[in-house]
């Protein structure tokens, strides 16, 4: 019996969505069913460029249904930008290959600053090639400086007829190799400041567009270009001055949502085949699974996947009904790309202690999974950054709770506007939250939810009692500790928002946060040993360590359910 929290293709129908929805993603799992295991490692070791399945895409109509806004869409009744199924296609993509899915997670970027721009004839532009089957690109990166976009060196002259010429080089930028238009972002030889920024649309195509290298080893095109005098006319601009800034930030956050459901898939896959490997392999006269370190590591791997999964699928929900008045997105938004991928890596790691050596044969899709999952906690800005982030809403969050209507669960085919008219990015102290205390209280009959709990209450008299003063406010290594344990309580809560959403089982529940609990109490021992931590921080720390409750008949239903996994799916060859 296939596993409901998991995705599996010989069972998957998304009845949930809209008919038209339905239809594109069974049939993009049936395209990669059809081509066959054999076919998917191979391209992956010949890092073969993904011309079929864009060919497939095209034909389909996949990318320009999914990623046209309502707005752009000529009253087409099914194109519109619905992160709910966006969601759904990143992890059938991670499930299937990380190439696949980064061609479509760049278009996405490509599109950001399109979508943004009240520029009619590009917004125009980008729907008609998205009609065409095209990809496109996010032009932010440079090698000297990073996505540093302060420090940009894409300089644009004026020209005199109301445009530009534009000079410099991107590095770093996906699909840069055949994007039928490439957002590029820079700024004005002639205006000082955040006035002369410029966000404007290339095309890979034009002669003054330089194709230098792939700068990975993958069939990923992650390029370097060059633009020698390149013309920008004026309809190719699409934001200038401080727009161009936030268009470059908000893209950003519209985008790194997409790496949490690229992570589930790919530990969806590899879990699948860890689990049937060991349970058919025999050493000293026993399968593998009978030794209980190697039921625990997959345990522990299950039940973190799971974890994974209702904090995204809660997180959709932020993510759909944000607007001006409700903010709230944008510390669930880095949760997404800082937990949620990280989480993904301990699942890879931990599948990879029980397989050992057959985690590296090429013939595994769990070969290319062990390499891939470690590129998301470190796309669309580090784990450093987005916990440095994470931590703006740390006291607003924990101690000051105001009043929010009840978020539903979003599946509903409705166009997510205001993702593209975030407006200015800053404010992110006035962001407020509703109280994260119910979601626990609905789940204290489960006894490592309570203890967890307490956890978490103790996080909260350590920011009012102990919280770093303004010389440790300095120290990013001890302020980065101090995140890892924030970030916990609001996995841990959106965790159980779902749960209780979704009637997710309570042996499962019990089980993930028997691990969540060990999770905290290994930060806060980090905590305590940091350089900078006062005695009373010190103090605390340890006073913050919980054991997990130990239930030995849940630890073996959540097993049974691990042990079901075995053969559950393989993927056709």
């Given at each position: 019996?296939?596993?409901?929290?998991l995705?599996n293709?010989?069972t998957?129908?998304?009845?949930?969505?809209?008919p038209e929805?339905?239809?594109?993603?069974?049939?993009?799992v049936?395209?990669f069913e059809?081509?066959?295991?054999?076919r998917l490692v191979?391209d992956y070791r010949s890092?073969a460029?993904?011309?079929?399945f864009?060919e497939f895409?095209?034909?389909?109509?996949?990318?320009a249904?999914?990623l046209?806004p309502a707005?752009?869409?000529?009253g087409?009744p099914?194109?519109?930008w619905d992160?709910?199924?966006?969601?759904a296609?990143?992890e059938i993509f991670?499930?299937y290959?990380?190439d696949?899915?980064?061609?479509?997670?760049?278009?996405?970027?490509?599109?950001?600053?399109v979508?943004?721009?009240d520029?009619?004839a590009?917004r125009?532009?980008a729907?008609r090639?998205?009609?065409?089957g095209?990809v496109?690109?996010f032009g932010l990166?440079e090698?000297?400086?990073g996505?540093?976009?302060?420090?940009?060196?894409?300089?644009l002259e004026?020209?005199?007829?109301?445009?530009?010429r534009?000079?410099?080089?991107k590095?770093?930028?996906?699909?840069?190799?055949?994007a039928?238009?490439?957002?590029v972002f820079g700024?004005?030889t002639?205006?000082?400041g955040p006035?002369g920024?410029?966000?404007f649309?290339?095309d890979s195509?034009?002669?003054?567009y330089?194709?230098?290298?792939?700068v990975?080893?993958?069939?990923k095109?992650?390029?370097?270009?060059r633009l020698?005098d390149?013309p920008?006319?004026a309809?190719?601009v699409l934001h200038?001055?401080?727009?161009a800034?936030?268009a470059?930030?908000?893209t950003?956050n519209?985008?790194?949502?997409n790496?949490?459901?690229?992570?589930i898939g790919?530990?969806?896959?590899?879990?699948y085949?860890?689990?049937?490997?060991a349970?058919?392999?025999?050493?000293?006269?026993r399968?593998?699974t009978?030794?209980p370190?190697v039921?625990?590591?997959?345990?522990?791997?299950?039940?973190?996947?799971?974890?994974?999964?209702?904090?995204?699928?809660?997180?959709?929900?932020?993510?759909?009904?944000a607007?001006?008045?409700d903010?709230?997105?944008l510390?669930f938004?880095?949760?997404?790309?800082?937990?949620?991928t990280?989480?993904?890596?301990k699942?890879?790691?931990?599948?990879?202690d029980?397989?050992a050596?057959?985690?590296?044969?090429?013939d595994?899709y769990?070969?290319q999974?062990?390499s891939?999952?470690?590129g998301l906690p470190k796309?669309e800005?580090?784990?450093?950054?987005?916990l440095?982030?994470?931590?703006?809403?740390?006291?607003n969050?924990?101690l000051a709770?105001v009043?929010?209507?009840?978020?539903?669960?979003?599946?509903?085919a409705a166009?997510?506007a205001?993702?593209?008219?975030?407006?200015?990015?800053?404010?992110?102290?006035s962001?407020?939250f509703?109280?994260?205390?119910p979601a626990?209280?609905?789940?204290?009959?489960?006894?490592?939810?309570a203890?967890?709990r307490?956890q978490?209450?103790?996080?909260?008299?350590f920011?009012t009692?102990?919280?770093?003063?303004?010389?440790?406010?300095r120290?990013?290594d001890?302020?980065?500790?101090?995140?890892?344990?924030?970030?916990l309580?609001?996995h841990?809560q959106?965790?159980?928002?779902?749960a209780a959403?979704?009637?997710t089982?309570d042996?499962v529940?019990?089980?993930l946060f028997a691990?969540?609990?060990?999770?905290?109490?290994?930060?806060?021992?980090?905590l305590h040993?940091k350089d900078?931590?006062?005695?009373e921080?010190?103090s605390?720390?340890?006073?913050?360590v919980r054991?997990?409750?130990?239930?030995a008949?849940?630890?073996?239903?959540?097993?049974?359910?691990?042990?079901?996994?075995?053969?559950a799916?393989?993927m056709a060859p």
């Open positions: 019996m296939a596993d409901p929290l995705f293709p010989r998957y129908d998304p009845a949930h969505f809209d929805t339905r239809r594109l993603l069974r049939a993009t049936d395209w059809s081509r066959g295991k054999r191979e890092r460029w993904l011309a079929d864009l895409s095209a034909k389909e109509g996949l990318f249904t999914f046209t707005s752009a869409a000529s087409h099914d194109k519109r992160t709910a199924r966006i969601a296609l990143n991670g499930f290959g990380l696949y899915w980064y061609a479509w997670q760049v278009t996405i970027l490509g599109l950001g600053p979508w943004q721009s520029n009619a590009a125009a532009r729907a090639l998205l009609d065409e095209e496109f690109a990166s090698k000297t400086h996505a540093d976009i302060y420090s940009t060196d894409m300089l004026p020209d005199g007829a109301g445009g530009f534009a000079t410099g080089s590095y770093y930028i996906g699909n840069g190799n055949a039928g238009l490439v957002s700024r004005r002639d205006v000082e006035d920024y410029v966000f649309a290339a195509r034009h002669e003054a330089h194709l230098v290298k792939n990975v080893d993958s069939s095109y992650v390029s370097e270009f020698a390149y920008v006319r309809e190719d200038t001055g401080r727009a800034f936030d470059a930030l908000n950003v519209v985008g790194k949502f790496l949490c459901t690229a992570s790919i530990c969806e896959h590899a879990m085949e860890a689990v049937t490997h349970h058919n392999r025999i050493l000293y006269g399968p593998v009978a030794f370190h039921r625990r590591e997959l345990t522990d791997a299950y039940v973190r996947l799971v974890g994974m999964k209702l904090f995204s699928d809660r997180a959709v929900d932020y993510f759909r009904t607007g001006p008045d903010r709230r997105y510390l938004n880095p949760m997404t790309k800082m937990k949620v990280t989480e993904g890596e699942v890879i790691d931990l599948l990879w029980v397989i050596a057959k985690g590296f044969e090429k595994t769990f070969a999974a062990g891939e999952i470690r796309l800005g580090t784990v450093h950054v987005n440095a982030l994470i931590l703006k809403f740390m006291g969050h924990l709770p009043d929010h209507p009840p978020v539903p669960t979003r599946l509903d166009d997510d205001f993702l593209f008219r975030q407006g200015p990015a800053r404010g992110l102290g962001v407020r509703h109280d994260w205390r626990y209280d609905g789940h204290a009959h489960l006894a490592n939810v203890r967890f307490e978490a209450d103790a996080l909260c008299r920011v009692t102990a919280a770093p003063d303004e010389e440790q406010s120290d990013l001890l302020l980065l500790a101090v995140g890892q344990l924030f970030a309580v609001v841990g959106l965790i159980l928002e779902q959403l979704t009637g089982d042996d529940l019990d089980e691990v969540l609990v060990r999770d905290f109490s290994a930060h806060a021992v980090e040993g900078s931590a006062t005695e921080q010190q605390w720390a340890l006073g913050a054991r997990p409750v130990v239930d008949a849940r630890s073996a239903r959540v097993w049974e359910r691990v042990e079901a996994l075995s053969g799916y393989e």
